[in-house]
């Protein structure tokens, strides 16, 4: 079983919409849960972090983290079509060592 | 505005050259990771370094070196490029809490 599990995609959505993302794992030592966008050609950038079990919410973005069920989930509310682009959820225990998802590309219809 | 910043955007090498990867982060940050990324594969560390003259092997070290002689830089080589090598070069630095901040990435092309 793959330490962290992410459907590539693409996921199509109209604008307006609400995006559900989601991420599996299988390390319960994981405490650390991340949210990256990636824009085409750039590097990822941090849109969310959680530490442990929980929700955040910024803005648009909600994070969602059931430790219970290994598994988050990233909620994207009124989509816009600036919001196209890789969602990567990412992990750590805490040691330095970061997994990284695959990736999700969500493309917002206009 | 914390920042990794990348030499280079875009590079096209040719095989058998040795190739150097610069990355400079302003955040006082003790991590520093070299990461490729290829379509279909997802990010894969190749080597990172938890401080200076520090380095350890990540998932993909094979035909890949690294420096850090200084806090701020940490440097990838390619010692023969091959065009298996042709990827998108992700650098990134850490804090402690593990949130990772990237630069903007290098898409090599080995030719």
């Known amino acids: 079983q793959k330490e962290v599990e992410q459907d590539p995609g693409p996921l199509s959505v109209p604008e307006g919409a609400i995006v559900s993302l989601n991420c599996t794992y299988s390390n319960s030592a994981f405490q650390y849960f991340m949210w990256y966008r990636q824009y085409s050609r750039k590097g990822p950038e941090l849109l969310m972090y959680?530490?442990?079990?929980g929700n955040k919410e910024d803005g648009r973005f909600t994070a969602q983290v059931d430790k219970s069920s290994k598994y988050i989930s990233l909620f994207i509310r009124d989509s816009q079509p600036s919001d196209s682009a890789t969602y990567l959820c990412a992990m750590s225990g805490g040691d330095d060592k970061i997994i990284f998802g695959k990736g999700t590309r969500l493309h917002i219809l206009p | 505005d914390v920042k990794v910043t990348q030499s280079s955007r875009y590079l096209v090498k040719r095989t058998g050259e040795k190739v150097f990867l610069e990355c400079v982060q302003d955040?006082?940050?003790?991590?520093m990771f070299w990461y490729r990324q290829d379509p279909g594969l997802g990010l894969r560390l190749i080597y990172f370094?938890?401080?200076?003259?520090?380095?350890e092997k990540g998932d993909i070290p094979e035909g890949y070196s690294v420096s850090r002689e200084k806090k701020e830089r940490f440097s990838l080589i390619l010692e023969s490029a091959s065009t298996n090598q042709t990827s998108m070069y992700l650098c990134?630095?850490?804090?402690?809490?593990?949130?990772?901040?990237f630069g903007s990435g290098t898409r090599l092309t080995v030719v």
């Open positions: 370094s938890y401080d200076v003259k520090m380095k």
């Open positions: 959680t530490y442990s079990s």
């Open positions: 955040m006082d940050h003790e991590n």
């Open positions: 990134a630095s850490s804090r402690m809490d593990g949130t990772i901040t």
